[in-house]
């Protein structure tokens, strides 16, 4: 665009096009197949939600549905299930944030002070390999070690008073995501940090070293601080993600027994859409879920531009 | 970094700690690695020794290849397996044309639709169609029932098109101005300027993609249905260890003929998991760098 002159920018906007056609012809090809696949798949149904404020007959379609204003939210609402739907993505959520979040901090801080690099990199392959092994033999996994033969609950039943399969207790249910969710993604999320430390300068610590500072000082002073920035983003981004618990996992680890704690809102919206066929009211709740999804980010985005110079938009 | 400290100057408290995190290391190590170990030491076990034990594994419980032997013969895992192949292969190579020609478009300095396009693309990021109205759409396409209802929603990911285009724009324009004034076009430049010189990108975001289809399976489970002739192995997967179903013909001809099959069965489920996960794990190491890099790309912000 800075290329263009004072000439061509007198021009009418469709002369323009017309000129810019004819000289990349291929671009407007190109244009055309890739807007193709984003009406069809994203734009299509982005018009789609409209039928949350319907009562949606898949007969009649979108135009021959009954318009019924905000009635499907408002029985989101004051159903039984509301709160208990936001209480349980929020607290996944949060635990994950909580214990989750600064795990691969301290790893990738940790794993800075291994001096040998060939150990560095065997730990690296080692710890990014859970990030490698797809969602459904993950869950497979923690299921058959949970299950009423697995030896997790052979081992929860032996040092507590614990009783039966862990898969099927409501009150495991957290637990078993956030702690397998750490396992799988510690050492993959570590990279970024890691990669910041490689940015800080070496004359740092040998000034510190000089000032008497000990490795913990060190760490704490030097490693921490040069990582900052990143931690900040890296949080805001977390937070803004806060309500938008990873479905699949949540959808392949719960079961009947255990959806006192272990329903979150897009299972829900996966169970109402695609079992009960209650069209309108899924696209709903999941509405629900998007607004609340945008409003995070969005503030997260806004804290993060006033804090540091880096957002996302 | 540490290694820029004199070793010979290290108090006898840095020794302690070097030790001390190296144990720490080591001991997240057996940690991260022990599930996939219990896994495959269970699949190597006797099933009548394997249901006595109470607890952890450190080698297989007695020793048998019966599972493997199980699961080798079942068809399911051989027909997921084909169709997975099928999905990786060509749902990739679908992927990466689209990808390639987005991130192309996009890059293009005199294109006048860019910014417009990248408004249009980036949008999508933030705002979906949710589940239920993209399910609508897709059937209305008459994409159910068909590998193009697995292969084609969600075909084109904004993120890697982004990573790429990044990747595009680092290619210095003066190479593209020669080839233009030799009277090449768009497609020409495309072909023989950017993508020759773009080669550790699309490495990376190929590997994004096969990863990516291998593991799935949401498209397959809301879109197949009734099509289990077409399931890929992760839904084959589901059905036999998270719902843990027998919808095997194989498997469902032993059962009741002898005391033990439930038995096999459990050692089978483990047998299972690696013969499906054997194929990432052993292409992993040499691919890995390819995914920290493109984790790199995608972190730079334009």
Known sequence: MSQAKAKPRKLPFFKRLARDISRHPALYVIFIVIMTYFVLFCYWPMYGNIIAFQKYKPLKGILGSKFVGFTNFEKFFTSYYFPRLVRNTLLISIYNLIFGFPFPIIFAILLNEVQRLSYKKVIQTITYLPHFISTMVICAMIVQFTNSKGFLTIFANSVSKHEGALITDPRYFRAIYVVSGIWQTFGWNSILYIAAMTGISPDLYEAATIDGANKFNQMLHVTLPGIKETIVIMLIMAIGRLMNVGWEKAFLLQNEATYETSDIISTYVYRKGFVDSDYSYSTAVNIFNSVINLILLTVANYVSRRMTESSLW | ?302
């Not at chain 2, 007695?62 to 990786?88: A, D, E, K, P, Q």
């Not at chain 2, 699309?202 to 799935?216: D, E, K």
């Not at chain 2, 992760?234 to 036999?240: G, S, V």
Request: charged residues 15%.
């Open chain 2, 1 to 302: 970094m540490a290694k820029y400290i004199n070793p010979i100057r290290a108090t006898k408290g840095e020794k302690i700690f070097y030790h001390v995190n190296h144990i720490f290391m080591l001991v997240l190590c057996a940690i991260t690695l022990y599930p996939m170990l219990y896994v495959i030491f269970a699949s190597l076990s006797d099933p009548n020794e394997f249901a006595m034990v109470q607890g952890l594994l450190l080698k297989p419980a007695g020793f048998s290849t019966i599972g493997y032997r199980f699961v080798f013969r079942m068809s399911t895992i051989w027909l997921g397996y084909r169709n997975t192949l099928i999905y990786v292969f060509l749902g990739s190579a679908i992927s990466m044309v689209l990808t390639i020609l987005a991130a192309f478009m996009l890059s293009r300095r005199e294109f006048m639709l860019k910014k417009i396009s990248i408004g249009l693309i980036v949008f999508t990021m933030y705002f979906g169609g949710g589940m239920i109205p993209t399910f609508l759409v897709v059937s209305q396409l008459g994409l159910t029932k068909s590998i193009w209802g697995v292969m084609l929603p969600g075909a084109l990911s904004v993120y890697n098109t982004i990573v790429l285009r990044t990747s595009f724009n680092a290619i210095p324009p003066a190479l593209e101005e020669s080839a233009r004034i030799d009277g090449a076009g768009d497609m020409r430049i495309l072909f023989n300027v950017v993508l020759p010189l773009s080669g550790a990108a699309l490495a990376t975001i190929t590997l994004f993609y096969v990863v990516g289809n291998w593991g799935a399976w949401y498209n397959a489970l809301v879109y197949l249905q009734d099509r289990r002739d077409l399931y890929p192995l992760q839904m084959f997967l589901r059905e036999m260890l998270i719902e843990d179903k027998t919808t095997d013909a194989y498997m469902n001809s032993l059962s009741g003929s002898s005391a033990n099959v439930h038995l096999i069965k459990e050692i089978t489920k483990y047998s299972v998991i690696i013969v499906s996960t054997l194929p990432i794990l052993l292409v992993y190491p040499f691919i890995q760098k390819y995914f920290v890099k493109g984790v790199m790309l995608g972190s730079i912000k334009e």
